[in-house]
């Protein structure tokens, strides 16, 4: 009797348990690559299968990169039935799916919940089961859902109550993790809205593998920093199967210096944010190669504790940022955010981050032993960034 009770209550607790949850997939930040930063919104299947191609051959598959993802302007009209078709730049989903796969590697798709996309495309408004299962029988892993096209549907539903028009979008996103789950694939799934409605209290609570917590990123450094600055406090709503996104990388975008591909590289990894690539795969520079398969950077990424790193403090033109790991290591990073091209010595404060005396561990940049400590002087160029880990850090009692 005892153990029929027992089993009755795991039963119970394993029907009481979210779905997200219990997500099999996103149990580290998601790797991969999307379209629209370097081809907006002319990408076509050929683009996608030479991104595939140069993931494998770049390093970046070995690396941890997964995903393959086709941002907005793939979609064409609806058949007679009301299923989304793909528009002539990819004339057969499917195939490419499998020959993405065939790389060992997986393929995204864009959608929104609005009747029509960011750039104007046929979006899933009242078919969210349909198009979910088009996904799945196409061979789709991953799905980000842009808020974009429905906000005119809210809008115009409650023109001034605006906590029913956010109730609303927490609905439409629902809907489609719900269709999703439906099919039986897993498929990462990705809220693309901005940051609206502090989403990242309710985005895992809807199905979200990952939710973006600002606007659009640019290729500046203005836009990571800012970025960057807006995760601080957002650290106790990632973790396993759910992740604050602070949108796609743009290492090897616009004018960006290297010290400053470096920083942005190395903030994510330090935010736990899922690393998408934006670049041209098939011409990239040797030293945007080297950043982006970066093992060391991308092991603090990829920690699977799962937890956020934040800034401990700032000191004129410098910030310090943290993040324990798994096993107890700790990863401390430098940035040098200011404009002044004086490299400046810089001296660590090791009880404002709860260290005790000079610690040992690894530039994960240069991969050189350090000892980073109160007299220790840290040199750094305009935007660039020191990032140590230390395996067994001494910590103040």
Request: aromatic share 10%; hydrophobic share 40%; net charge positive.
């Amino acid at each position: 009797m005892h153990s029929f009770f027992r089993v009755l209550v795991i039963i119970s607790a394993v029907m009481a348990t979210p779905a997200w949850a219990a997500s099999s997939v996103a149990k580290t930040p998601p790797m991969g690559w999307n379209s629209w930063n370097y081809f907006g919104g002319k990408v076509t299947g050929a683009d996608i299968r030479a991104a595939a191609d140069a993931m494998v051959s770049s390093g970046m598959r070995s690396a941890g990169y997964k995903y393959v993802i086709i941002d907005d302007t793939w979609q064409g009209k609806r058949d007679a039935q009301g299923r989304l078709q793909p528009n002539a730049r990819f004339p057969n989903m499917k195939a490419l799916a499998d020959y993405v796969h065939s790389r060992g590697l997986k393929l995204g798709i864009y959608s929104s919940p609005g009747p029509t996309t960011c750039a104007g495309y046929a979006g899933s408004y009242g078919h969210v089961v349909q198009d979910a299962r088009s996904y799945a029988k196409w061979g789709i892993d991953y799905l980000k859902y842009d808020l974009c096209g429905f906000r005119g549907v809210v809008k115009a539903r409650y023109p001034k109550d605006r906590k029913a028009q956010m109730l609303m979008m927490r609905d439409a996103y629902e809907s489609m993790h719900k269709a999703l789950e439906d099919t039986r694939r897993p498929i990462v799934y990705s809220l693309c809205q901005y940051g609206w409605d502090a989403v990242w209290d309710w985005g895992a609570k809807v199905g979200g593998n990952l939710w973006r917590t600002t606007g659009d990123i640019k290729p500046t450094w203005k836009s990571i920093y800012t970025i960057a600055s807006m995760q601080v406090g957002l650290e106790r709503f990632a973790g396993p199967g759910h992740w604050n996104d602070p949108d796609m990388l743009e290492v090897g975008n616009g004018s960006l210096t290297l010290a400053e591909n470096r920083s942005h590289f190395s903030w994510w990894a330090m935010l736990a944010a899922p690393l998408i690539a934006g670049n041209d795969l098939t011409h990239m520079p040797r030293e945007i190669r080297d950043i982006l398969t970066n093992r060391a950077v991308i092991a603090v990424d990829q920690d699977p504790l799962g937890k956020q790193g934040t800034r401990a403090y700032a000191s004129d033109q410098m910030e310090v940022w943290t993040r324990s790991l798994e096993n107890g290591a700790l990863v401390v990073a430098v940035f040098n955010v200011g404009s002044d091209r004086d490299v400046k010595p810089f001296h660590l404060d090791m009880h404002k981050l709860g260290l005790a005396g000079p610690q040992d561990g690894i530039d994960l940049w240069t991969g050189r032993h350090i000892t980073l400590g109160d007299s220790t002087p840290i040199g750094l160029q305009s935007h660039d960034v020191l990032m140590v880990r230390i395996a067994h850090p001494q910590r103040v009692d």
